[in-house]
Structures are given as C-alpha cells and as structure tokens.
C-alpha cells in the first residue's frame, strides 16, 4: 500500500480507487480503518484476504449521511435518533436490523450491521466521493496492533495493493465504542473511544454480553485481540516478586515512572492523568515498543473508569496472546 497525503486530488483518487473494487486505508477519529465498497461483496473479501480475518467477524459500514443509514438498517427504536443526534460523527458503532442491499459477507450471516458515521473530515470527504457506504474494519492483520498513524497501516498491509491517505495521527486512538439496538433496549458488544457514563443518559443501564464463544459476537470479544508482537505483562503486587529482566524489557506507565529500573524503554500515556490522552497514546506507545524491539512489555493498571474500562479492556485482551494470565 502507498502512503499519500490526504489532500483534496488524493482524497479523489481513492474515492475512485474504492468505486473500481480497491481498497483504501484512511484515517478516522478512531483508529485508521482499511476500506472498500461496502456495496460490494468481492471488495469487501479483499478485505478479509488483506487482514487474514476469519469470515465469521463482521464489519462496521462506514456512512456520511442519515439517508445511507436508512438504506442499509432499520430503525425500530425511537432513541436510535436521540444517540445520533448526541454521538454523531463519532466514536459510537449502532449494531442494527440489516436491509437486503447489504452484502452477506459484511455482517457474516447476521440479521444485523454495524454502521458508524466517523468524525473526520477525511473519512467523511472519501466515503461522500464515493457515494457508497465504506466496510472497514481497524487497518492492521488479524489479532494484532491496530493502527493510529499511516505508517503503522504501512508497517502491517504494506504488500497489499491500494492506498493509504494520510491525515495524521488520530485523535481518539481506540475504536468505536458499540452496541447492539434491540426493539426495547441496548447491550453493550465493546467498550470503545465513547465511555458508557455519556451512552447510559440515553440508553439507560448497558449490560456488557459476556459469552466468548467459537462465533463472538464482535471480536473484541475473543480472548485475545490487539496484541503487540511481544508479551504484555502487567504490574501485580510489587515488581520485585516477578522475574522482571529490565535491560531487555519496555515498561508502560499510566501517569509517572517511578524510577524502580532501567528498563531499556519506558514510556508514559499521560503525565496528567488524562484518559483521553492516553487512549490516545495507547497504541502508539505499544508500536514504538515493537520496533524498539523490546522482549517484554511490562503495564501498569489504569483505574477502571470513564475511558480507563475501554483501555483496560485492551491491554487485557493484549496481555492473553502470550498466556499470561495477569
Ligand atoms: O473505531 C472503529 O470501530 C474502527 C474504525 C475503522 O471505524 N473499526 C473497527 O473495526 O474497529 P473492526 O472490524 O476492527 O471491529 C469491528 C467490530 C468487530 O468486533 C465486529 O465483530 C463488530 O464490530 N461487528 C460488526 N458487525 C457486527 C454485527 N452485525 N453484530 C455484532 N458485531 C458486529
Ligand atoms: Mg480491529
């Protein structure tokens, strides 16, 4: 994949690279999504080929206007409009009714999509060039770090073909947050960039489906997902118990190194405290201890709340790949 600047002649060209069956990586407030036509079900299977993504994990359409939602859903609950109205564009994925015209391999079989309106001026200048709903999952390979910068798309899906625009680095810097709409109620699929406290005004109580299972619902919901190349271990009960080899190994603060060792790299999500900033860093921070090549990457426990559950979440789910059970 190439990287261009997203300026307006690029934002063309990809527009008509998607139009012609390609795909585009592009940024959105999120996390950089990896784009085809979502109309299109050959597209959407390079896709799948491009990430090695099993066929059974759906993907998010990606829309610039209301009329292309009421194409591709429908609407049976009346607060789907109150959360539109409140979240969107933004960092919030509506798992809905799907209508006929949305392809199989999109929503895997399921009676539902997931459609999402990005803030970004990018995503929503390419997706209106278009003129097509855009399927796009995070721009990396199956399982592993999801990308926040273009070279970080181009580190992972450099050798497939297509573009990449590059509009910097994103804002928000973990995925939608989503949930599924029943007739009466919300369930929560996956904590996100948009915390649950702002989502409850509207939807009441969102109760989080647990089952892991052979099918997940999302993803996000397998035991391990988002996984640096390196094992993630987390700080439990003072670091003196545990066979740390700091001369080799990364450590990961929330707000301050307390100095214990020398680890070869140490890094910081936010010096302030601040959830937003260190959901931003977050994955950064952990394709920075990739190519420092690290062997170990020791965390620290965020508290658990606001932003803080989503980010948990993925250092969580980062932490299984190796085995660790901390
Ligand atoms: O922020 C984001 O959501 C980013 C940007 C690119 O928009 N996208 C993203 O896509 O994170 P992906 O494919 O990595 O994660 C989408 C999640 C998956 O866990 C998938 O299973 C779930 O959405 N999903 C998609 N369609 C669904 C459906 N019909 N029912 C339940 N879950 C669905
Ligand atoms: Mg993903």
Request: charged content about 25%; glycine content about 8%.
């Amino acid at each position: 994949m190439q990287i261009l600047e997203a300026n307006n002649k690029n934002i063309l060209d990809a527009a008509a690279e998607i139009n012609n069956g390609g795909l585009c990586a592009f940024p959105t407030e999120t996390v950089y999504g990896l784009g085809a036509n979502g109309l299109d079900a050959e597209a959407v299977a390079k896709i799948f080929e491009a990430k090695e993504r099993p066929t059974f994990n759906p993907l998010i359409l990606h829309i610039a206007d209301i009329d292309t939602l009421n194409q591709i859903a429908k609407i049976e609950n009346d607060k789907v409009y109150e959360l539109i109205e409140k979240f969107w564009p933004g960092p919030l994925t509506l798992v809905l009714p799907r209508k006929e015209i949305v392809p199989g391999i999109v929503t895997a079989g399921n009676p539902t999509v997931a459609v999402r309106m990005p803030n970004h001026p990018v995503a929503l200048e390419l997706i209106k060039n278009t003129g097509v709903p855009i399927a796009a999952p995070s721009a990396n390979k199956f399982g592993m770090l999801s990308p926040t910068e273009a070279k970080h798309v181009a580190k992972q899906l450099g050798k497939v073909e297509g573009l990449i625009l590059d509009g910097g680095k994103c804002t928000v810097g973990i995925e939608s947050t989503i949930i599924h709409v029943e007739q009466k109620g919300f369930k929560l699929l996956r904590h996100g960039g948009l915390s649950i406290n702002e989502l409850e005004i509207i939807t009441g109580k969102l109760e989080k489906k647990t089952e892991i299972s052979e099918r997940p619902i999302a993803p996000g919901m397998l035991a391990y997902h988002y996984s640096p190349k390196i094992p993630v271990i987390f700080f439990d009960g003072h670091p003196t118990n545990m066979k740390i080899l700091p001369d080799e190994s990364g450590a990961l603060y929330f707000r301050n190194d307390p100095s214990e060792y020398n680890f070869k790299s140490v890094k910081i999500l936010s010096e302030t405290g601040n959830f937003y900033e260190a959901a931003a860093n977050l994955f950064s921070k952990l394709h920075q201890f990739e190519e420092e090549e690290v062997n170990r990457i020791y965390v620290e426990r965020l508290p658990e709340t606001g932003l803080g559950v989503a980010i948990m979440d993925r250092l969580t789910k980062a932490s299984k790949k190796f085995g660790s059970t901390k």
